[in-house]
């Protein structure tokens, strides 16, 4: 943001407190000085319930810091009618923010953290569904049945209790082979391979298409586990992403600069035709004047930008 390249007063955070300036202590949680905001947090946290509706009005403002900062300020607190605007930090878009508002709720000393927590352990982010599930046995929540302990073990990323959960894993294995964690996703394919589930096939053959390659290859070898046919492997490794260098690029490049539409192809040599053509363009300027020097390179240039045009087009497509 704009507002953080200006320079901004350091607040003084006894005198705020002393003061019991809660309005100046909810903005000091803002301030990119780590030491600054965690004193902050403290001092609402002595002020106590007085600062509750100030900080839950902080929750909804754009400042990543400033929100991060009132969670932390209402965890130590810890008032219960805090719940409500903390489940609805569970929704945050930045990870970060779920996952202190998930450690928060556990603060709150109110069964009514318990559903959100139980959303958490769902969440795409491994951070926030570990912050749910510590936070559930600070609580001291107990799953009531088998699959409610797999989303735990999932959270917790405990792997054999995981795979020792079988079918009741299936629905929290899918929901960690979406994580952005690439050894996350390769572990859990793993563990669907090891649960050798016929209804896993689906799941399987989708990450054949995975960005990692590791996890394509996990992908295959627990196909066979689950039952998935040989024959259906290919097409659903056809859907992974792929590398492909643009013709139109290349030729643009090149007829631009001659020799860095090679170069952006990998090709070694287009350094050299760079500095050649530098030197021929140089020496014909003198030579032949710049009318005479357009008229003669312009078709090498565009016979280059036609070449690598070519070359790109013909390259064979490289797996992510």
């Not at 705020?16 to 947090?41: E, F, H, K, M, T």
């Not at 039952?227 to 490794?237: N, T």
């Not at 035709?273 to 030197?279: K, N």
């Not at 710049?290 to 070519?310: K, R, S």
Request: overall charge neutral; hydrophobic content about 45%; aromatic content about 8%.
């Amino acid at each position: 943001m704009l507002l953080d390249l200006i320079p901004r007063k350091k607040p003084d955070i006894g005198t705020l407190q002393r003061n019991r300036d809660i309005p100046g202590l909810v903005r000091a949680l803002s301030y990119r000085d780590p030491d600054i905001q965690s004193d902050a947090v403290h001092a609402l946290g002595e002020i106590g319930p007085e600062a509750v509706a100030l900080l839950v009005s902080a929750l909804r403002k754009r400042d990543r810091n400033l929100r991060l900062g009132a969670i932390g300020a209402l965890a130590q607190i810890g008032d219960p009618s805090a719940v409500p605007a903390l489940a609805g930090m569970m929704l945050d878009p930045v990870s970060e923010v779920r996952w202190q508002a998930a450690i928060a709720l556990s603060s709150m000393n109110s069964k009514d953290a318990i559903p959100p927590l139980i959303h958490g352990l769902e969440d795409t982010d491994k951070y926030v569904r570990y912050g749910s599930a510590i936070s559930l046995a600070r609580i001291g929540y107990q799953p009531s049945d088998e699959t409610g302990w797999a989303w735990y073990h999932a959270a917790m990323q405990d792997w054999e209790r995981l795979k020792g959960s079988g079918t009741a894993a299936l629905a929290p294995l899918a929901t960690l082979c979406q994580d952005t964690d690439s050894s996350v996703r390769v572990r859990a394919v793993q563990i669907l391979g090891d649960i050798g589930d016929r209804s896993s096939g689906p799941a399987i053959v989708r990450m054949l298409a995975d960005p990692d390659r590791n996890v394509r290859w996990e992908a295959a070898l627990a196909s066979r586990k689950c039952g998935v046919p040989p024959l259906i492997l290919p097409r659903g490794l056809y859907q992974r992403p792929r590398i492909q260098k643009n013709p139109l690029i290349a030729g643009f490049l090149n007829f631009l600069l001659p020799g860095l539409g090679y170069g952006y192809l990998g090709k070694w040599w287009g350094i050299m035709i760079f500095q050649i053509d530098i030197t021929v363009t140089v020496w014909t300027f003198k030579e032949m004047g710049e009318t005479n020097t357009y008229g003669l390179l312009f078709p090498v240039y565009f016979l280059l930008a036609i070449h690598a045009w070519y070359l790109a087009k013909n390259m064979p497509e490289e797996p992510a």
